[in-house]
Structures are given as C-alpha cells and as structure tokens.
C-alpha cells in the first residue's frame, strides 16, 4: 500500500544520505522523496512516498526513528492529510494548439509562466492524480519536457510535525 | 586554553579514560600521533594490519564493559578497517573509531590516500561525524563515545581531515551530551510488564531465549534470577552465551542452525516465548514461516524497537534496557501469589528430557587414531577450568567451541556472531587479553581463519601478550566443504587448503612457542603444558579429522525442527 511518510530531521551534510543510503540497503521503495529546510533553519522537513506491507511500512518507520539525524517521523496517510506535488511542463504549442494548451492548462487551474513561439511552459500544482490527469489529457507528441517535484504532505487541522 | 586538534583529541581519549588505543599510523593521522607519543596516559597498541586495530577494540569491549577505540589513517587506513567496523556494528559493540581525513582543502579531488570515509562507512556504524572545525572536535567526541555505549550500542566513526588536527582551539571537554533527535529507551511499559509475568505464570510449555542484548546489558544476573524462580527452559544464542550459565540444568545449550535439538524443539513447541535481547535472525530460527506455523505467544523485549516484529509477529512488545526490564519483571512475579502450574511444567520438561535423550545432547564418535576436533574444545574446557576469555574465528571450530565449552559467565565468549568474520579471533584476544591481564585467554582457530589475520602475531610479540592459540587445523575450509559435502554433490570447490605453512616455524618466526599435535593421545598434554606457559603465547596446531561435521544442523531455509542430527547420516 501506498503511504506518505513525513519526517523532521537535522539540516546536516549526510543526512539526506543516511536516509537515502536507509532505503536502498534495506530494499525498500522509494517512489518520490523530497526535501528543504524548515522555518527553523538547523532542521530539514522530508516527505517520503513508498509503498509496502503493513510489516515493510512498520519497519521503516522504525529505522528512520533510529537515525541519529531524524528527530520525529510521522506516517501521514494513518490520519486525514493534505498532498501537493509540483509539475513543471514545457508543451509544444504552434498553431491551433496555442489555444487549445490554454484552454486545457486554465481547466486544471494551471498557469503559464513561460510562453515562447513554439511552446508554453504550464505550473500545475495538486495530488499526483491531477497531474497524471493533466499529462494524460494532453497528447504525448504535444509533451516536450517534464519536470516533477514529487509529493509534499502535511497532516490537516491539529495534526502537526513540530519539536 | 587553546589547543591544536590533535591534542584535543588526545585529552578527549583522557578524558573519557581509554586505557588503550589500537592503531597504525599514517599521513593523515601525524600530528595525533605526535601528541600520543608526547603522554603515556593512552596507551597505543600497535597492529600489523588496520582489520586486526578495529577486532582488537572489539575484543576489549566484548570482554569488559568498555568502549573499545581505533586510530586509523585515511584511504587505505580506513578501508581496511571497515571490516572490523560492520563486524562490531552487526553484534552491537561500543566503539570509537578515529580516522584521519585529507586536509579539508583538497577534500573531495581525489587526493593522495583520500576516501570518502563518512560515506563508505555510513551503513555500518551507528553514526558517523567528518569533523571541519577544531572547535567541534570536543564535542563530536564527547558524542561518539556516548552514542557509542548507550541505547543498543555500536560501532560510531569520527574522521579528522589533517588540517583540523593541526589548527587551534580552546579546549574544554563538555560534561553533558545532548542530541535533540537521540533518546535511549530505560524502563519498560510497567502495564506491558505485568503482562508478561502473567503470560510466563499461566505458560504451558514456556521458554526463554536469550541473546547478546543480555551481555550488552549486563543482565546475566537478573535473566538467571528470572529463569530459577520460574524453573523454565532457557536457550542461549551464539550471541548470548554465558548470559545463563551453559552447565546449569534449565540450560538447553545454544539453539539454531548448530543448536541443540532439545533447543531447537523447544521453540519450535513451545507456546509462550520470551525473546530477551535477541532477533529472531535467520541462523537461529532457520526458515521463517516454518517457525510461524506454530501460534505460540511471543514476548519480545529488546531495546531496540526495529528489533521487534522485523522477522517474526511479536504478541507482546516491550522496548527497553534488558537488565531494567528483567528487574522490574522479577519484582513482579516475586511478588505475585500466583506460581507456576509445577504439573504442567513438568510435564513440558519430560518432553524436553525426550527430545534431549533423543538428539543424544551433543554427541560424537571419539577415536583413538585421528584427533576429534570437539574433543579439543572438550579438554580445552577441562584445562581451563571453563572460565577462560575464549575468542574464536568464523566456521567450524567456532560451533564446536560454541557447542563444548560450557560458558557460565557472560563476557567469556567472543566471537563475529553477526558478520561472521573470519580473521577476528587472535586480534580479539588481543584486546581481550589487554584489559584482562590475568586472565587466560585462548583463541580458537582453524587453519583458514588464522591466516586472515596471522600478522598479529607480531603484535602479541610486541606486547607480551600471552595467548594460547588453538589451531583445529582440518586442512580444509572446514564449514565450506560440510556444506559442499551436504548441498553440492560432494564438490569441493576450492575448500581443500593446499600449500598450508608449517605452523611451528610460523609461530617460532615470530618468536613464540609453536607445537604440532597428531595424536588424540597427546591432546591433554599439549594443552596442559601450552596453558602451563603463564607468559608465553602458543600456538597448537592441532592436526583433526578433516571429514568431521558439526551437528546438529538445520540445513538452511529449513525449519528448526527440520534438523539433521549426526545418526541421521
């Protein structure tokens, strides 16, 4: 099953590593992991997407606890969460497709931000689906580039990740 | 006051009272070395080779309650020591391991000796730190050394680029340690506690299986407190020997792939079972679902809590520090009124008695003409009076010495149990034999594993350090041919060890005392007049029957009570 794992961790040279390094030694999957400093700059916030059993998801929430270097992890998707991934797509749009890529990039409530004679470059932000949603509905020959953070996550309401 | 790194580093290992230092030097690692040779507080063991530094603090760690520490230059320097890193880090050690970097301003262009230590070491330490400002080499100190020894303790590696250990800064060793993202666990859930004394009071067929977390813990004496009160069953692993004493009676012996078979029945029959400090790994309850299909309750109580339900469904978890734990969980059923059912104990001991007439404990053909390589270990016990600091290397001789030396104190038996690395008995006994001088210390050894690590020999010259080696020399890579004689048709790839050296020359060459043994008859003597030699390091070779396997077995993927026992054959 899919879950969404969220941790604190020191902002040190290696941290990201020690986490990394974690996942490929013990053979565990990592679909999307991204990171940045936190408004408390000595500390990272991560969000990690991986998949496995109830007993893979169980054990890699212990061994990231055991890293020196995490200070709190949280498995995002046992509790109501929000996700936000950011795509960057660069489309070819000549001719009669100029029209056509608007129309579809304001139906997804994406935004222009780069725009030259043959291409536009969309942001679209929202749950991975949205975005596989989005490329699907473009034609494959029209995608000249992608470029995908990979999911953000943060618990709704009380729910909260802080030292 | 101000100080340059290097001296730092000097006073951090004063401060933290290191008796000894293994160690070889390097570029990168001068100006350290300089200030040791400038104080004789420290003391620095020189090794031959980086391997034998690393095992050599190992040992000193195993065999008392030390952190053991290690010097070692970059590059090569730490390469080579990262065997004995991943070995003390699979069996839990505490230890400091100090390396020395390329100055930080060429750090990162492939410079002479360079190596990204941090990086190559990260899966098997605890924690590593590359130090850049000789400001910080106090308290990255002062954290190794603490992260070392507490919660389940481990391997932590410190790495100094040159330029640090030469720059100035005020020293001042820090009394307290704080890692915001570090807590060690102490006391157990007391609720999860009561629980298990009930489990134990109302189990049918009960057992104890106790692993190295009780010699790390030191608990060996709460454990035996724990298992005399309620009169269980109590098996040891490879790890965990002498933390209940292997002559005592509630004694099953070691359990798993070479394990007794009334061990191995018992966890396979049993219907509660309380795993103390111990995991559950592939060695000691062979195929894994095998071993569910049994619904027996599991206690599992261990400190670290990855340790819990990685491998088997744990009933009832409890993370702690085993000796906490252990005491709090005596209390308990100290003062409870309810006892143990005596009938329906003994009658779990009755099949117990079966299952041990039935595996004939451990047992063994003796000859006359050709020397039984357990029939070493079995006087060696004799000679020794069963309380010798016993090292071992990886294979057969390790199960045998496992198997007939009964430990009954912890801190005797030391060995790669994890990792399983062969070349670690002799520099382990080095490090064993340092910090217990008056101790007897012996080695036992196969052919193929000294000669990983023979150059120590010279360092026991240096040092006077009198072990006694005990070669159970089969001319094969005995553990590799059992296997090949069971699961590959009797092909014996490259296990024959050809062109082997005479080994009384050897040990001579290094200035010691060597002796060849061939007859079972001289056996006694020779270990009698070898342990006779108080300072002097021996070296016997004991020439063995090079067709002996070790049984039990459970070959592996099978379950543990698909065993083979030695009839079966």
Not at chain 1, 90 to 109: P, S, T, V
Not at chain 2, 134 to 142: R, Y
Not at chain 2, 308 to 336: F, Q, T, Y
Not at chain 2, 474 to 499: C, I, K, P
Request: hydrophobic fraction near 40%; glycine fraction near 10%; include cysteine.
């Amino acid at each position: 099953m899919r879950h969404i794992i969220s941790l604190l961790m020191v902002n040190e040279a290696g941290a990201l590593s020690r986490v990394a390094g974690l996942f490929s030694a013990r053979g565990y999957n990592i679909e999307s992991l991204t990171v940045a400093p936190t408004e408390d700059l000595t500390l990272s916030r991560m969000t990690i997407v991986t998949s496995g059993s109830d007993a893979v998801i169980e054990q890699i929430n212990k061994q990231l606890n055991k890293l020196v270097d995490v200070i709190a992890v949280l498995d995002l998707s046992e509790g109501d969460h929000l996700e936000r991934e950011l795509m960057l797509i660069k489309l070819k749009a000549e001719g009669e497709d100029r029209e056509e890529l608007k129309r579809m990039a304001d139906i997804f409530r994406g935004r222009i931000i780069d725009v030259s004679g043959t291409s536009y470059t969309v942001e679209l932000t929202g749950s991975r689906a949205k975005l596989d949603n989005f490329i699907a509905a473009i034609s494959s020959d029209l995608i000249l580039e992608t470029v995908r953070t990979g999911a953000s996550g943060i618990g709704r309401g009380e729910r909260i990740l802080k030292i | 006051m101000e100080l340059t790194g290097a001296e730092i580093v000097v006073r951090c290992l004063q401060e933290e009272q290191v008796e000894y230092v293994f160690g070889y030097p390097g570029g990168a690692v001068l100006f350290i070395y300089d200030e040791l040779f400038k104080q004789d507080k420290v003391k620095h063991v020189l090794v031959r080779h980086e391997q034998g530094a690393v095992h050599a603090a190992d040992g000193y760690a195993r065999s008392s309650e030390k952190v053991g520490v290690a010097l070692v230059t970059s590059g090569p320097g730490l390469t080579n020591a990262v065997t004995g890193i991943a070995t003390a880090y699979m069996d839990s050690i505490p230890m400091v391991v100090i390396s020395g970097q390329v100055p930080t301003s060429v750090i990162g262009e492939d410079a002479f000796q360079e190596v990204d230590a941090v990086g190559i070491t990260r899966p098997c330490v605890k924690h590593n730190f590359l130090v850049k400002d000789p400001g910080d080499i106090a308290s990255t100190i002062k954290k190794a050394f603490y992260l070392a020894r507490t919660g389940r303790p481990g391997p932590v590696l410190v790495d100094i680029p040159k330029d640090v250990s030469n720059q100035k800064a005020i020293f001042e060793y820090p009394t307290e340690v704080s890692i915001r993202s570090y807590s060690t666990p102490g006391k157990g859930d007391s609720t999860a506690i009561r629980h298990a004394a009930q489990m134990l009071l109302e189990a049918k067929r009960p057992v104890v299986y106790a692993g190295g977390g009780v010699i790390l813990s030191n608990a060996a004496t709460e454990l035996t407190a724990l298992v005399k009160l309620l009169g269980l069953p109590c098996t040891n692993t490879l790890m965990g020997l002498g933390g209940y004493p292997g002559t005592d009676e509630l004694s099953l012996g070691m359990l798993g792939m070479h394990g007794t078979y009334e061990a191995n029945m018992a966890m396979q029959h049993c219907d509660v079972l309380l795993a103390i400090g111990a995991r559950f790994d592939d060695r000691v309850i062979g195929n894994v679902d095998h071993f569910a299909q049994v619904p027996r309750k599991i206690i599992h109580l261990d400190i670290d809590p990855s340790s819990i339900a990685k491998r088997v469904k744990v009933d009832l978890p409890i993370v702690g520090d085993v000796k906490l734990v252990l005491a709090e969980l005596l209390d308990v059923l100290r003062s409870s009124k309810q006892k143990p059912d005596a009938t329906v104990l003994a009658d779990w001991w009755r099949e117990i008695e079966g299952w041990r007439t039935r595996g004939g404990r451990l047992a063994y053909r003796n000859s006359d003409e050709i020397i039984k390589p357990q029939y070493v270990i079995e006087k060696l016990y004799e000679i020794t009076g069963g309380d010798a600091i016993i090292t071992s290397d990886v294979g057969q001789h390790q199960m045998w010495a496992a198997q007939y030396y009964k430990f009954d104190k912890p801190r005797r038996w030391i060995n790669s149990g994890g990792l399983g690395t062969m070349g670690f008995g002799l520099p382990a006994a080095m490090g064993a034999q340092l910090i217990n001088p008056d101790a007897t210390v012996a080695c036992v050894t196969g052919e193929g594993s000294i000669q990983m690590n023979i150059q120590e020999l010279s360092t026991c010259k240096q040092f006077r350090l009198p072990i006694k080696v005990v070669a159970l020399n089969n001319r094969y890579l005995g553990m590799v041919r059992q296997w090949q004689e069971f699961f590959h048709g009797n092909r014996y790839s490259e296990s024959y060890m050809d062109a082997l050296p005479d080994f009384v020359k050897l040990a001579e060459a290094y200035g010691h005392i060597g002796m060849r043994i061939d007859k079972p008859s001289d056996v006694e003597p020779a270990l009698r007049e070898a342990f006779a030699r108080k300072d002097d390091l021996v070296f016997m070779d004991f020439r063995t029957d090079s067709t002996e396997n070790v049984f039990p077995m459970v070959p592996g993927g099978k379950g543990l009570s698909e065993v083979i026992l030695s009839e079966d054959l």
